[in-house]
């Protein structure tokens, strides 16, 4: 697992190749890097938010297959169903 992991890591990884620059060359090696921080947050960001809403989803699809469960069973008394409209309805 450690190897597989390191051999990822060394094809992503790009040598920063920076000896012998100047001063411009450094700093326009700056920008390019700050460009590729930029859109990896960006990814992230939305990556971040998809599952945040994905994990929504998943627990509001398990609490309706569970009410329809214990609606089959007959094991839902009326104010549990009323408090689950109540909650969908703030949603």
Known sequence: MEAEKKAILKQRIVPLNIDGMDQSGLTEK????????????????DLEKRFKTQQLDVSEHAHKSMT????????????DMKMADHQNAQA
């Open 68 to 79: 329809c469960l214990n609606l089959s069973m007959g094991t839902l008394k009326m104010t």
């Open 30 to 45: 700056a920008k390019e890097l700050h460009k590729v921080i930029y859109r990896l947050e960006g990814e992230k960001y």
